[in-house]
């Protein structure tokens, strides 16, 4: 691919992921997109033959972003507690970054989920460094008796549901005040942690 092609693949995915944030997976349109990146539709589906694929594209380089911070994180000697911040906090700046991400996620389940499992399966992401850890700890009691696998569920649940419930959350609970829903995403990299790891610390 020659640095032209990139240079056009790369402005149609920041186009496309600027649609996909305004509007969702199901409002954007492709003639939207082509107008965004300042290319003729013809050539958007000649680089991505359709929104599904386009989609996919910016969905599984998200991923890629998110999974190797993680995974390395998780084999690391790194005390359990500083592994939940660092877990919580890779996870909500991701989404925060692309909000879209985890509605797709919902979206496709319902829909195909085959296709979401093969697609974290082939991110890599393997939790068992982080459960055997988590099952050491309890062992040796420095921390509560607690399941790492509903810990693990608990934390991504956490994390992933403010940005599910995105309009809820605005036109409900902070009263269409879009600047209130923003800061409260940010307090949610303290609040998320600190309420996992004080609900298993050894009191």
């Not at 640095?3 to 199901?26: C, D, H, V």
């Not at 958007?44 to 910016?58: M, P, Q, T, V």
């Amino acid at each position: 691919m020659s640095n032209k092609e990139i240079s056009t693949e790369q402005a149609i995915l920041k186009a496309a992921k600027n649609i996909f944030i305004r509007k969702g997976m199901e409002g954007a349109r492709m003639q939207e997109i082509a107008d965004e990146a300042g290319i003729n539709k013809a050539l958007l589906h000649y680089y991505f033959r359709s929104k599904d694929k386009l989609f996919e594209a910016i969905f599984t380089d998200a991923i890629l972003k998110i999974v190797p911070n993680i995974m390395e994180m998780m084999k690391s000697d790194l005390p359990l507690f500083t592994k939940i911040e660092l877990f919580t906090n890779n996870y909500i700046d991701a989404f925060t970054e692309n909000p879209f991400v985890p509605g797709f996620i919902m979206h496709e389940l319902s829909r195909d989920p085959s296709k979401i499992v093969n697609m974290v399966k082939n991110a890599g992401i393997n939790p068992h460094p982080f459960i055997d850890q988590v099952k050491r700890e309890t062992e040796s009691g420095n921390i509560i008796p607690v399941d790492p696998y509903h810990l693990i569920v608990n934390m991504l649940s956490m994390c992933i549901f403010p940005f599910v419930a995105t309009p809820i959350l605005i036109n409900v609970l902070f009263n269409k005040n879009a600047d209130s829903y923003k800061e409260f995403i940010l307090q949610r990299r303290k609040e998320v942690p600190h309420f996992i790891i004080n609900a298993i610390k050894k009191k």
